[in-house]
């Protein structure tokens, strides 16, 4: 079935260091993907989307590009920041509208 | 943004209660609402998707009989867990879609969550 791996957290970074965080689905078709963010004490938000092959989705410095060759949509950011601190879900949409979520990854960025 | 809102954002209840979890789109009509469940330090499970004016549709594995959803209108949809048990204690998570958004491409906006306590 439609599914979404993320690289297990805690990730504990310096600020300004370099960010990735693993994302791979499995689906068939075409699926739309998104990083959903959640800070601490608040509900999810929309990070960033893309919703074809080579689409890439970036906001607030963070990027991710659609790769259907290797299934992935791996989340980016150039220089961290302790604001950063949350935990970071990958999802899909397969098709049906229903979103499937990644086990979150929980970021801690270090002054 | 859109907002949604949940409404309570606690609640702590007797074992064997009721309790109702409201989920509202506070700037745009949602035909479909989406109800998960948190656990601690693991992803959101769906539970169910609720579509406004028909019997919702419960992922594999969740009671329907417990976890009643009602989506009587295009801005409001309800949880009810029924005859709580310490088991159901979790954070309980919606999300609604603009009913003018597409299907597997628009954004879904989620409310602040729910914990649920149950002594």
């Known amino acids: 079935g439609d599914s979404v791996t993320q690289m297990e957290g805690p990730v504990t970074l310096s600020e300004e260091a370099f960010l990735t965080i693993n994302c791979t689905y499995t689906a068939t078709g075409y699926p739309s993907l998104f990083w959903y963010v959640q800070y601490p004490g608040e509900g999810l938000q929309l990070l960033l989307k893309a919703t074809k092959a080579d689409d890439k989705g970036s906001n607030k410095g963070f990027e991710a590009t659609y790769r259907k060759e290797t299934t992935s949509f791996h989340l980016e950011k150039g220089s961290v920041q302790v604001s950063d601190s949350a935990v970071y879900f990958c999802a899909l949409i397969p098709g049906g509208g229903k979103l499937i979520f990644g086990q979150g990854t929980e970021l801690s960025v270090k002054p | 943004g859109a907002v949604v809102s949940q409404h309570p954002s606690w609640v702590i209840c007797k074992s064997g209660t009721s309790v109702k979890i409201e989920c509202r789109s506070l700037d745009f009509q949602a035909t479909t609402m989406f109800w998960y469940r948190q656990f601690p330090k693991q992803s959101l499970m769906l539970m169910a998707t609720s579509n406004e004016g028909s019997k919702a549709t419960y992922e594999q594995g969740v009671e329907k009989d417990k976890f009643l959803i009602n989506h009587a209108s295009l801005t409001l949809s309800t949880l009810t867990v029924t005859s709580a048990h310490p088991e159901d204690s979790s954070f309980y998570i919606c999300?609604?879609?603009?009913?003018?958004?597409?299907?597997?491409?628009?954004?879904?906006?989620f409310g602040e969550g729910s914990r649920l306590t149950v002594l």
């Open positions: 999300s609604a879609r603009d009913r003018t958004s597409g299907t597997n491409t628009g954004e879904l906006f």
